[in-house]
């Protein structure tokens, strides 16, 4: 499995949160009822969206996700939608598409992280899009925060 190491610094996005089940089509639907009006708000980085999971239990299948845009520092947060910041981190980057990030992420978790001499870090992880993202033949990037034990 391929990756890319990559620092970020920090920053801020604006979107609407999903907290709860992952098997009934809850996160396309968030996409689905949010995602005009994310392309509505002032972005910092026009044509990128992210998909940020801050909590996933594997026993309850559950998961606390935020479908978002990079904003400026100051932007207004809309009703209904919450703002979260983003560390500056180092994460490892895989490709992949909207048809293949659930194997993807486990892929990475059961087989690249084990090998790879790093630990999972602290903060989200991200699905970087573009536009096109609602495409499922369309690559997208899975980015993991990791650190180096003892680095």
Request: aromatic share 12%; with cysteine.
């Amino acid at each position: 499995m391929q990756s890319q190491i990559q620092k970020l610094p920090a920053f801020v996005v604006v979107g609407a949160r999903h907290q709860g089940g992952i098997h009934g089509g809850e996160i396309p639907a968030l996409w689905e009822c949010w995602g005009k009006d994310l392309s509505t708000l002032p972005t910092a980085d026009p044509g990128i969206f992210y998909g940020l999971t801050v909590g996933f239990e594997m026993s309850t299948m559950t998961i606390d996700y935020l479908a978002a845009i990079p904003v400026a520092d100051d932007a207004t947060v809309p009703e209904g939608m919450m703002r979260w910041e983003v560390s500056a981190q180092t994460y490892a980057v895989f490709d992949c598409t909207l048809a293949t990030i659930s194997q993807t992420i486990m892929a990475v978790y059961s087989d690249w992280l084990p090998g790879s001499g790093y630990t999972r870090g602290s903060g989200p992880e991200l699905e970087r899009y573009d536009e096109t993202f609602e495409l499922p033949e369309k690559p997208l990037t899975f980015w993991l925060p990791i650190t180096k034990p003892g680095g």
